[in-house]
C-alpha cells in the first residue's frame, strides 16, 4: 500500500529562519513526487514535482530533494516569511501499474512563522 | 491565472439527503479529480475522470458517489445519500495532462457538513 510520512508533525520558526521538512514513502512503482503548500481551509497549492531522475528542483525560497534510492525528500524554506505558515505536504504518485492516476498525500508539516 | 473553481463553498444538509458539489476545471485541461479532506486528516483521492469516464477510483468511491460531466465545462460530484462520515472538505482538480509529472490544480474546496 502507498504510504507518505512526514516529520516534524509541526514546527514553529523565527521569521527570516530556513527550515527543512522531511518526508519518507513507499510507493511502487514510483513515478513522481510533489510539494503542496495548504493553508488552512484552502485547496492545495502546488511548489514542486520531481521524477525520478531529479534530485533537485527550486521554486523561489523553496527548494526540493529527492533520494529515490532511500525514498527521502525534504523541503527546504530559506529566509521564511510570516506568509509561510500553513501545511506542507508531501504528496506522491505511482507509475501506471501502481495506481497512475491518483495521488498519496502525507498528512503534512504545519509550520509557524513567528516574528 | 486560470483556476479550479468550485460551487458551493460550503454546504450543510441533513443526513440521507442527495449533494452535488460543483467544479468548473480549467478550460484546457483533460483531467479531472474529486478528492477529500476530513478535518484534521489528510487528503484522500476518491476519483480520476478521463474521456468521459471514470479511470480510477477509490474504496472510499462507493455506490453512492458518481461523476459527471453534463456538459463542456462543469464535472460535478453526487452524495445520493449522505452520511454523517461524509462531512469533508471536498477538493476538485484537474491537470492538462494524467498524473505522471503534470501539475495538478485544485479547487479551494466545497465544504460539506452533514447533520
Known amino acids: 500500500k502507498n504510504q507518505v510520512e512526514q516529520s516534524p508533525q509541526s514546527l514553529i520558526i523565527l521569521e527570516g529562519k530556513n527550515c527543512t521538512l522531511q518526508c519518507n514513502y513507499t510507493v511502487s512503482p514510483f513515478s513522481n513526487l510533489r510539494w503542496y503548500k495548504q493553508d488552512t481551509g484552502r485547496g492545495p497549492v502546488s511548489l514542486t514535482i520531481m521524477t525520478f531522475s531529479e534530485n533537485t528542483k527550486s521554486n523561489g525560497r523553496y527548494t526540493a530533494t529527492l533520494d529515490a534510492d532511500t525514498k527521502q525528500s525534504s523541503l527546504h524554506i530559506t529566509a521564511s516569511q510570516l506568509s509561510d505558515s500553513a501545511s506542507y505536504i508531501c504528496v506522491v504518485s505511482a507509475g501506471k501499474r501502481g495506481g497512475g492516476n491518483k495521488l498519496t498525500f502525507g498528512t503534512g508539516t504545519q509550520l509557524k512563522v513567528e516574528l | 491565472e486560470p483556476e479550479v473553481t468550485q460551487t458551493p463553498s460550503h454546504q450543510v444538509t441533513q443526513m440521507g439527503q442527495e449533494v452535488i458539489l460543483r467544479c468548473v476545471p480549467i478550460?484546457?485541461?483533460?483531467?479531472f479529480y474529486w478528492y477529500r479532506q476530513i478535518l484534521g486528516q489528510k487528503v484522500e483521492f476518491l476519483v480520476s475522470f478521463y474521456n468521459n469516464e471514470i479511470s480510477e477510483k477509490s474504496e472510499i468511491f462507493d455506490d453512492q458517489f458518481s461523476v459527471e460531466r453534463p456538459d463542456g465545462s462543469n464535472f460535478t460530484l453526487k452524495i445520493r445519500s449522505t452520511k454523517l462520515e461524509d462531512s469533508a472538505m471536498y477538493f476538485c482538480a484537474s491537470s492538462r495532462q494524467g498524473v505522471a509529472g503534470n501539475t495538478i490544480y485544485f479547487g479551494e474546496g466545497s465544504w460539506l457538513t452533514v447533520v
Open positions: 478550460s484546457n485541461h483533460l483531467y
